[in-house]
């Protein structure tokens, strides 16, 4: 007569090998989370602003540089935002973000103004995402002054590519954001992408102070630097 015995035995050992492997993989989550708990930003009120781009289709103003109004408006369903930038109710210059998908942005702000009291040179820097609330961030700079806008934008490509160049997830890229200016100068935190198909780097940060327009690093920081550079609201949710 046959015997379930050696059946049982069989789907006994089979089912373990399953459990210890179903064990592993949700030990090895837990500590890959435990080593890259994801950092909080808190931007400095004194800093910039942190804003909402009306609905679409409502252009409405978003905020106020020297004497410049920034306008901002979603053209389409689908495609990204456009900036205005208007003084004394004249359009003097515009930029569209096709890959702006979140509403919510950072406007990083110098407004320029000189120890005397007289208007300088006003720099501000976008961050804005074409996903949500961890990426990918991207970031576009401008200079304000009587004679209108520059976009300066090119001036972070240096720091960027410094980074990529040892840190980088391919599926997914890169994330770059503003924190605030310096002097002139501004302070920029890079990031691998953080989620689990970047691999070991995930989330990895670090800092760059770049001059502008010359887009100069000043200064390369590691994430702890940037954590105790003055002036910075940064937060990370691990054990230093």
């Known amino acids: 007569m046959w015997s ?48 909402s781009i009306p609905e679409y289709p409502t252009r409405g103003k978003i905020a106020r540089i020297a004497d410049v109004d920034v306008e901002a408006v979603f053209p389409t369903e689908n495609e990204g935002a456009t900036f205005f930038f208007v003084r004394k109710k004249k359009q003097i210059f515009k930029f569209t973000a096709k890959d702006l998908y979140a509403s919510d942005v950072w406007i990083a702000i110098d407004h320029g103004r000189r120890l005397d009291g007289t208007q300088g040179e006003a720099h501000i820097a976008i961050t804005y995402s074409d996903g949500g609330a961890i990426g990918g961030f991207h970031v576009r700079v401008f200079l304000i002054d009587s004679n209108g806008v520059r976009d300066a934008s090119k001036s972070i490509q240096g720091a960027v590519a410094d980074f990529r160049a040892r840190h980088y997830c391919k599926p997914r890229g890169n994330n770059v954001s503003a924190l605030k200016w310096e002097d002139g100068a501004l302070l920029l935190l890079t990031e691998v992408y953080p989620t689990g198909d970047c691999g070991p780097d995930l989330g990895h940060l670090e800092g760059y102070l770049i001059s502008v327009p010359e887009g100069q690093i000043l200064r390369h920081m590691t994430l702890q630097e940037v954590k105790r550079y003055p002036g910075v609201c940064l937060e990370v949710d691990d054990e230093d």
Request: charged share 15%; with cysteine.
């Open 4 to 51: 379930m015995k050696p059946f049982l035995v069989s789907c006994l050992l089979i089912c373990s090998v399953l459990l210890l492997a179903v064990q592993e993989l949700r030990a090895h989550q837990l500590e890959s989370a435990k080593q890259h708990r994801r950092m909080l930003i808190t931007h400095c009120a004194s800093d910039g602003w942190s804003v």
